[in-house]
């Protein structure tokens, strides 16, 4: 397994646990018919999170363009 390979799976996995997790938020919201309040730091979480996101975000957007310019 190249390294290009690992950070292709990666980003599939970072971009699939989002998704879960958004569509998680939506169907609760629908199930209940109201909105829902989404709160950031109520567990002392903003700040890992946030490097989190700064760390996997150019690894997702590098995974999607090898993916988008790979040879067909």
Same mark, same amino acid.
């Given at each position: 397994?190249?390294?290009?390979?690992?950070?292709?799976?990666?980003?599939?996995?970072?971009?699939?646990?989002?998704?879960?997790?958004?569509?998680?938020?939506?169907?609760?919201?629908?199930?209940?018919?109201?909105?829902?309040?989404?709160?950031?730091?109520?567990?002392?979480?903003?700040? @890992?999170?946030?490097?989190?996101?700064?760390?996997?975000? @150019?690894?997702?957007?590098?995974?999607?363009?090898?993916?988008?310019?790979? @040879?067909?």
């Amino acid at each position: 397994m190249t390294r290009s390979d690992l950070l292709e799976i990666v980003a599939i996995a970072s971009l699939l646990g989002c998704t879960i997790v958004l569509a998680g938020i939506w169907m609760a919201a629908a199930a209940t018919g109201n909105s829902l309040t989404v709160t950031v730091n109520e567990y002392g979480e903003r700040t @890992p999170e946030l490097v989190m996101w700064t760390l996997v975000v @150019p690894i997702i957007a590098y995974a999607l363009h090898k993916w988008a310019t790979r @040879p067909r």
